[in-house]
């Protein structure tokens, strides 16, 4: 089985300025508006081991089923009054989901692909394009709460929430009445169960195998079932891997060099091959008919686009990683997800309902196509800003001396 572990250690990006955001923690975002490097469109499988980022990520796959009391009944959606309508049956129900989640999340559910965010390589201390995003989550408050759940190495930040240049939290209207707190009870107790990790590497929140039930009485529309977290322990031959980031580097630069020597000015910083690959590809090929006049240069980088794909052939074995599955301390550790949520509220219960309403969603367009489609067309000719502008991360960095004094206060 061929993975993508080779990708994820050895990806490169653009540099990035930035702006500092969520209290120790600056978020960084690229002063480019191409998007390329930004953008993860894939698909997970988390269980046989071909999605693991060297750090973290967020996958959600799963499809809801409906409750055994409606589970004969027709289900569809509607968008009325700026609110999420469904309709089980003869009766409707209404979604107190705001729309600043409920667009994204419905995006999310309408795409082939169930990568939420993938952070790649070390999460701190390096200012390059490493956080990419679901096109549904680039750019928007979601997103931001997201990125957040997956910096659960970071525990000690996972109380706050950012802030933008006025040193005011960002925020939607839906959020306003919470002030973040440190609770230092339960900033101890989800600390010391991460403690005794047995030794984990890197983790993936995910949904998978998670039976995602949706039911509807008197009290209301529910979903239940939760996302967790899914540890696993990486062992890397670094010796292998060092020859092998000397190799794609060593690709990465000839083909950036020799593109120059045969686009001349047409070359621009977007066409960085280490981010924009595909675009280089393509100026390229529109200079085909000159391939005499530049041969060497041709081979060069024909030589390392198939160097490049070869290196991403590569099992796992063969880059020198091993992963162990955590599997009893992945089940240990789901109970801790009520903490988590009562530690930042407006994170993990924008992760959860990311999680159970695109299960949901999927079940709809699965069932219901025809109301699905009509569905999401309806709601992307409303245009409601019901959140802040945001820009989501492409980088983050610990700033130490804030962190050393900050935490003697809290």
Known sequence: MKEICLTVLLFCSSFVSGQSALNILDLYHESFSDTTARVIKATARVGDYAYHMNIAGIAFQEVASPAANIQNKNISLDFSSNRL?????????????????????????????NVVVSQIGDTIGNREARCRFHPAFLDNLLGLRLFQADLLNLIILQWDIPINAQRNYISAPSEQSYIPHKD???YRIISEKLLKGEGFTSYVLTDKDIKFVFDADESGFKISGQPYYYFTKMKVDQNRVKKLQEQLINCYNDIDNYSKIILGDEYVPALNPRTGLGDLVAALSKHKQEKIFNAFSWQKIED??????????????????????????TESFKPYWAFLKKYNPLVYSAVENTAQWSAFFRYVRKTNPDNWAQFVNKLEQHNIPDAPDVRTPTSTDLNYFRFFFDDKKK
Do not use: E, H, M
């Open 304 to 329: 390392a686009l198939t160097k490049i794909d070869s290196l991403n052939d590569l099992t796992n074995a063969q880059v020198g990683i091993q992963f162990q599955v955590l599997d009893n301390y």
């Open 85 to 113: 309508q469904i309709r089980i049956g003869a009766k409707s129900y209404y979604s107190d989901l705001p729309v600043w989640q409920l667009v994204p999340i419905v995006r999310f559910a309408d795409s082939p692909y």
């Open 184 to 186: 230092s009870i339960l």
